[in-house]
């Protein structure tokens, strides 16, 4: 409608490119450097990423819809953010894996139980072997504690990720209601 031409900033570029940095790889808008809300460098740790970004400011219209540039968005995060609140994240991460969806398994029908088990069971048994994260499984919807070890596992991987992987690891738990799956991820 009307109102969504006010709220969405017109294109003001006709080129987005990807570029090599001293300190990493930028984006460019004619030549110009993209900025951070807080007004630091936009600057990405992959040419991958870079490119991939490039491509999102590439592809909008006459119109820039910031809230579908996903990248965008989530390397602004990574560099505004996440440095201030590296803690809170890995506490949320550890919530999740508190009550990860791949625990809780359905009382009936058991044909159901079986079909998560089958799906899930590789995922808790990667994180365990791998992370040190053992969370034990409940059947229903009765919140059943999980071992303090593990959630202090969870914690102890995030904060060893560098603000990029662990700003992902944080969207995709959220996206996917699940520790377990974010980290396999």
Do not use: H
Request: hydrophobic share 45%.
């Amino acid at each position: 409608g009307v109102m969504d031409k006010v709220t969405m900033p017109k294109r003001f570029y006709k080129q987005a490119a990807a570029k090599e940095g001293a300190s990493g790889f930028t984006v460019e808008l004619d030549g110009r450097p993209i900025k951070t809300p807080a007004k630091a460098p936009l600057t990405l740790p992959t040419a991958a990423l870079a490119q991939a970004v490039a491509d999102e400011w590439q592809a909008q219209g006459e119109t820039l819809d910031l809230q579908n540039m996903t990248l965008t968005r989530l390397a602004n995060v990574a560099l505004d953010r996440t440095p201030d609140t590296r803690g809170d994240l890995a506490e949320e991460l550890a919530r999740y894996a508190g009550t990860d969806v791949t625990c809780y398994l359905a009382e009936s029908p058991t044909e159901l139980r079986a079909r998560q088990e089958a799906a899930w069971q590789p995922w808790r048994d990667w994180a365990g072997k791998e992370l040190g994260v053992v969370l034990v499984p409940v059947i229903g919807l009765i919140a059943s504690p999980q071992p303090e070890a593990s959630l202090d596992a969870v914690r102890t991987y995030a904060l060893e990720l560098d603000d990029f992987r662990l700003t992902a690891l944080t969207w995709g738990c959220s996206l996917l209601g699940s520790a377990v799956l974010a980290l396999a991820v």
